[in-house]
């Protein structure tokens, strides 16, 4: 709170969601992980083949959370509501773990 206070520009509580990378030797080696990631709920997973055919495999969560929190210095949300997004930022840090 008190470096919100202080704030004389935009702030934004942001919690950033789990991310795995993974290098794969084979596509179907990605594929089948692809298809476990999606079936556990991570549902923002994909593949990406770079150009020497690096085949790498991105586990996302869906876990985020970006909230702005003053505008211009000017604080917009109350201090209660602060304490329930830090509450729900821990939950969502639980989940990815």
Do not use: W
């Amino acid at each position: 709170m008190t470096a919100l206070e202080k704030a004389t520009g935009d702030v934004v509580f942001k919690f950033e969601p789990f991310i795995l990378h993974v290098l794969c030797r084979e596509l179907q080696d990605a594929q089948l992980l692809h298809s476990v990631a999606i079936d556990s709920g991570f549902r923002n997973s994909g593949i990406t083949v770079g150009r020497g055919g690096k085949i790498t495999m991105a586990v996302r969560s869906t876990h985020s959370l970006e909230v702005p929190l003053s505008q211009k210095g000017r604080l917009m949300v109350s201090e209660e509501y602060i304490e329930f997004l830090v509450h729900v930022a821990n939950q969502k840090m639980e989940e990815n773990i």
